[in-house]
């Protein structure tokens, strides 16, 4: 007993946030950003959960993979892409988890619980008490108290475990009318991938496959419909234009040393949860079965040219696509997506096709991988999609959020997961503040709203309306314009270029001292923040990803378009009265806090770029107390 007894631990939250994927990390940043105290529970050694190096599913988001960049998600998602764009421009999974282990233990008010499973939790009527964990590095266990949680978990874990209203599989048509739904329910989910890389030796390297291997052939893999390739597995040198294939290619399975989305299986049983660990061998099974039909084919004239390539890492934690949907007080549906949705308590957007993919996955010989129902454009989701409609104090943050399941095959992918985490965070906060439960937080959804604004993100028909912003109502100047910009427009509310929209100010190339933005206040103010959003050209992608196509894609090093260097001088009377340089800047978001300072003019000198031939501001804000 009292081994047992030194073995246990009680800690008590604001908000505990179950589930270390990109959904928990950013909803757990976020909360802990606003002074909340913060607990994020990750079962697993490294976060990022599909985005980790455990997984390496890259981050796909509202741009659609490029086709529509002015809507590529920001906030504290993007914020991490970018740091890990200065430090990891090689693509190592490894400094990715580094990226994200150090946001979390450098964030005060955040305390991290890693190798941490969670098998149970406490309730009183329809409320949340605490969760029981068990750390299984270090054979502790935890109690964990808070008035407010937030499942993560991807398959719904908490909300199940605490009797939370879930759904699972496909609703019928008659009930939300979605135009892809089945004519009956059925019970088909989504399946599991691993993902493998290979590297090429630049010698012959021998493959013999494991006993295991389950192996496929020419025929199964490579039929088409329609003209396209249904399981691509080929070599892109083989191409006759491999650099412009890998560039332009919409399949991230294009090349033999990044493969394959597609080996995907969703098991026999009616549960996908409980099957995962038979899904998992099952999965091993193919993966090494396709690779030895890579290497060691000889069907034909069938050539893979993968003679010098060597197997480097075959992932054994399969990654989920789908299981449990808890459900809210709206379940957000495919009709919805599909006319762009906006709604009035909106707080987080998608912009993904509507992807299911086939029931059986590599098994459905004969149905594409991936049926993906492409449109332009983006839709909203509700902040009722975003808490359990029957545990009071249950927040839901990822790909179990309230959704039917054609929802879901937009909603599941991971930069709108991470964004939406985010919101979750922010109105776990507000929360708190209003000592209030999620529901009861309706009435204050606008703050939440702004919060995500003021913090870097997006919301498609939204506007900053801050009524602290002492920005908004100031004049705005500049040493040389672009044709057609006003200086005026970074405070228009919206921080980002859309469509034929700049809403922001760009210089007219660079004089030799630099270009200056210019806010004067009418009269004197008080200020102590001031937020700048920089342009990063969100038509270059930033991610971590093993896809080659995916790689040609990116530039080396940061944005160029980012500010880099920079001094903000405020003014009183026309005399100088505070200086802030800022050097070496790679983010898009530039928050600065210092004693409060009176002034009547702030000017932004821009110094120099990360390498573009214009100066470019897309937000300014000014606040008398720091937020």
């Known amino acids: 007993m009292k081994r047992t007894a030194e073995r246990f631990q009680e800690a008590h939250y604001d908000v505990i946030v179950v589930g270390g994927g990109m959904a928990g990390v950013c909803a757990a940043l976020a909360s802990a950003r606003k002074g909340v105290n913060t607990a994020l529970i990750n079962a697993r050694p490294v976060l990022g959960?599909?985005?980790?190096?455990?997984?390496?599913?890259?981050?796909?988001?509202?741009?659609?993979?490029?086709?529509?960049?002015?809507?590529?998600?920001?906030?504290?998602?993007?914020?991490?892409?970018?740091?890990?764009?200065?430090?990891?421009?090689?693509?190592?999974?490894?400094?990715?988890?580094?990226?994200?282990?150090e946001a979390t233990k450098q964030q005060d008010h955040l305390t991290m619980y890693h190798n941490t499973v969670m098998y149970d939790c406490?309730?009183?009527?329809?409320?949340?008490?605490?969760?029981?964990?068990?750390?299984?590095?270090?054979?502790?266990?935890?109690?964990?108290?808070?008035?407010?949680?937030?499942?993560?978990?991807?398959?719904?874990?908490?909300?199940?475990?605490?009797?939370?209203?879930?759904?699972?599989?496909?609703?019928?048509?008659?009930?939300?009318?979605?135009?892809?739904?089945?004519?009956?329910?059925?019970?088909?989910?989504?399946?599991?991938?691993?993902?493998?890389?290979?590297?090429?030796?630049?010698?012959?390297?021998?493959?013999?496959?494991?006993?295991?291997?389950?192996?496929?052939?020419?025929?199964?893999?490579?039929?088409?419909?329609?003209?396209?390739?249904?399981?691509?597995?080929?070599?892109?040198?083989?191409?006759?234009?491999?650099?412009?294939?890998?560039?332009?290619?919409?399949?991230?399975?294009?090349?033999?040393?990044?493969?394959y989305w597609w080996c995907e299986l969703m098991g026999d049983g009616d549960d996908i949860i409980p099957d995962y660990e038979k899904i998992r061998d099952d999965l091993m099974a193919y993966a090494y079965g396709?690779?030895?039909?890579?290497?060691?084919?000889?069907?034909?004239?069938?050539?893979?040219?993968?003679?010098?390539?060597?197997?480097?890492?075959?992932?054994?934690?399969?990654?989920?696509?789908?299981?449990?949907?808890?459900?809210?007080?709206?379940?957000?549906?495919?009709?919805d997506i599909l006319e762009h949705r906006r709604f009035d308590d909106a707080v987080c957007y998608g912009g993904w096709c509507v992807d299911m993919h086939a029931p059986h996955g590599l098994l459905d010989e004969d149905k594409l991988p991936s049926d993906c129902n492409f449109y332009e454009g983006v839709y909203t989701i509700p902040y009722r999609s975003y808490y359990s409609r029957n545990i009071d104090n249950l927040f839901m943050a990822g790909r179990d959020i309230s959704t039917s399941r054609m929802g879901l095959a937009s909603t599941r992918i991971i930069g709108c997961c991470?964004?939406?985490?985010?919101?979750?965070?922010?109105?776990a906060?507000?929360?708190i503040q209003h000592h209030c439960l999620p529901r009861e937080l309706a009435p204050f959804v606008g703050e939440v709203q702004q919060d995500i604004l003021r913090d870097g993100g997006y919301l498609p028909g939204f506007a900053n309306a801050d009524a602290d912003d002492l920005a908004r109502t100031a004049r705005f100047t500049a040493s040389s314009c672009k044709a057609g910009i006003n200086p005026q427009d970074v405070v228009n509310g919206v921080s980002r270029k859309i469509g034929a929209d700049f809403n922001g100010w760009q210089s007219d190339g660079f004089a030799p001292g630099g270009e200056t933005l210019t806010m004067t206040f009418d009269g004197e103010k008080q200020v102590s923040e001031l937020r700048f959003v920089f342009h990063s050209d969100f038509k270059y992608p930033i991610r971590v990803t093993m896809c080659p196509n995916r790689q040609v894609q990116q530039r080396s090093g940061v944005p160029a378009e980012l500010m880099q260097d920079y001094d903000v001088e405020l003014l009183r009377g026309g005399k100088v009265v505070k200086t802030i340089p800022v050097r070496g800047n790679h983010q898009r978001l530039n928050v600065l806090?210092?004693?409060?300072?009176?002034?009547?003019?702030?000017?932004?000198r821009c110094l120099s770029t990360n390498g573009a031939p214009d100066a470019t501001v897309f937000e300014v804000r000014a606040y008398s107390e720091q937020k």
């Open 49 to 101: 959960g599909n985005a980790s190096s455990e997984i390496r599913i890259h981050i796909s988001g509202a741009d659609q993979s490029l086709k529509q960049p002015d809507y590529a998600e920001g906030g504290i998602l993007y914020e991490l892409m970018l740091e890990n764009k200065a430090r990891n421009d090689n693509f190592s999974y490894s400094i990715w988890d580094m990226i994200l282990f």
């Open 122 to 259: 406490e309730t009183e009527g329809s409320r949340i008490t605490a969760i029981n964990c068990v750390q299984e590095t270090t054979e502790m266990r935890f109690r964990l108290t808070a008035p407010l949680f937030v499942d993560a978990t991807g398959n719904g874990t908490l909300g199940y475990y605490a009797g939370a209203a879930f759904r699972a599989g496909s609703e019928p048509h008659s009930e939300f009318h979605e135009p892809h739904a089945p004519e009956k329910a059925n019970n088909e989910r989504m399946g599991n991938t691993i993902l493998m890389r290979a590297i090429n030796m630049g010698h012959p390297v021998p493959f013999t496959a494991p006993a295991f291997a389950k192996h496929l052939t020419e025929k199964q893999l490579a039929k088409r419909i329609h003209c396209v390739e249904m399981r691509d597995h080929i070599d892109v040198s083989d191409s006759p234009n491999p650099e412009e294939y890998k560039r332009t290619s919409m399949t991230s399975s294009a090349a033999i040393d990044y493969g």
């Open 290 to 335: 396709i690779w030895d039909h890579i290497k060691n084919n000889k069907e034909g004239l069938h050539q893979h040219h993968a003679e010098n390539y060597a197997l480097d890492w075959v992932g054994a934690l399969p990654g989920m696509r789908e299981s449990r949907r808890l459900e809210g007080d709206y379940l957000l549906n495919e009709n």
């Open 418 to 427: 991470a964004i939406g985490g985010e919101a979750v965070g922010l109105a």
């Open 429 to 431: 906060a507000r929360c």
């Open 593 to 604: 806090k210092f004693d409060a300072t009176a002034c009547d003019q702030v000017n932004l």
